[in-house]
């Protein structure tokens, strides 16, 4: 199973919106609405962020948002922070009933 | 308060064995699925593979890179999912984390991370 695909970093201005992506094939991304992304600061163990494509977890700021279309979700933050400043990685359930990560986007909040 | 804590890290030589703990406290282990995650040094994540819970057969699923090598088994009475890793290798060097999975597909808590360090 291949990781899913994700640009290596995005950057913006705090207040700014920016929007990150996470393709795959129709065996994973594609084909189930069971894509989930985390965030993770360093030297700090990832955090949920949003699951099931759209989903925030109780408590998690509205500011953060996802979406699908087709073999590509997305993790949409608004109103940028500088504590969103992290790296972010999506994952997706499988057709072969396992999971698979994208490679990480660092996003730099300038 | 969901809590998960590895323990079981260190340095091992490659070829041999070592096995990861994971305990369990705040909720019912014994209702969910767990799974293990590792981050190879300044890399990004990997899922390694997970356990079902025993009312859903317990059953395992490991990633490719692991598969035939390393083994998940839990200890509900004891609140304890485990890691056994075999035949390691310099490429299983990692931070290894435990994480509760909400299947199929989210992990919604983790734990700080074991460090694994495999060389000779």
Same mark, same amino acid.
Request: include cysteine; charge should be neutral; proline fraction near 4%.
């Given at each position: 199973?291949?990781? #899913?695909?994700?640009?290596?970093?995005?950057? @913006?201005?705090?207040?700014?919106?920016?929007?990150?992506?996470?393709?795959?094939?129709?065996?994973?991304?594609? /084909?189930?609405?069971?894509?989930?992304?985390?965030?993770?600061?360093?030297?700090?163990?990832?955090?949920?962020?949003?699951?099931?494509?759209?989903?925030?977890?109780?408590?998690?700021?509205? %500011?953060?948002?996802?979406?699908?279309? /087709?073999?590509?979700? *997305?993790?949409?933050?608004?109103?940028?922070?500088?504590?969103?400043?992290?790296?972010?990685?999506?994952?997706?359930?499988?057709?072969?009933?396992?999971?698979?990560?994208? /490679?990480?986007?660092?996003?730099?909040?300038? | 308060?969901?809590?998960?804590?590895?323990?079981?890290?260190?340095?091992?030589?490659?070829?041999?064995?070592?096995?990861?703990?994971?305990?369990?406290? @705040?909720?019912?282990? @014994?209702?969910?699925?767990?799974?293990?995650? %590792?981050?190879?040094?300044?890399?990004? #994540?990997?899922?390694?593979?997970?356990?079902?819970?025993?009312?859903? /057969?317990?059953?395992?699923?490991?990633?490719?890179?692991?598969?035939?090598?390393?083994?998940?088994?839990?200890?509900?009475?004891?609140?304890?999912?485990?890691?056994?890793?075999?035949?390691?290798?310099?490429?299983?060097?990692?931070?290894?984390?435990?994480?509760? #999975?909400?299947?199929?597909?989210?992990?919604?808590?983790?734990?700080? @991370?074991?460090?694994?360090?495999?060389? *000779?």
């Amino acid at each position: 199973q291949s990781a #899913l695909t994700q640009p290596a970093s995005v950057s @913006g201005s705090p207040g700014q919106s920016i929007t990150i992506s996470c393709t795959g094939t129709s065996s994973d991304v594609g /084909g189930y609405n069971f894509v989930s992304w985390y965030q993770q600061h360093p030297g700090k163990a990832p955090k949920l962020m949003i699951y099931d494509v759209s989903n925030r977890p109780s408590g998690l700021s509205n %500011r953060f948002s996802g979406s699908k279309s /087709g073999n590509t979700a *997305s993790l949409t933050i608004s109103g940028l922070q500088a504590e969103d400043e992290a790296d972010y990685y999506c994952s997706s359930y499988t057709s072969s009933s396992t999971l698979v990560f994208g /490679g990480g986007t660092k996003l730099t909040v300038l | 308060e969901v809590q998960l804590v590895e323990s079981g890290g260190g340095l091992v030589q490659p070829g041999r064995s070592l096995r990861l703990s994971c305990t369990a406290s @705040g909720f019912t282990v @014994g209702d969910y699925a767990m799974s293990w995650i %590792r981050q190879a040094p300044g890399k990004g #994540l990997e899922w390694v593979g997970f356990i079902k819970s025993k009312p859903y /057969g317990g059953t395992t699923e490991y990633a490719a890179s692991v598969k035939g090598r390393f083994t998940i088994s839990r200890d509900d009475s004891k609140s304890i999912a485990y890691l056994q890793m075999n035949s390691l290798k310099t490429d299983d060097t990692a931070v290894y984390y435990c994480t509760r #999975l909400v299947v199929p597909a989210h992990f919604d808590y983790w734990g700080q @991370g074991t460090l694994v360090t495999v060389s *000779s």
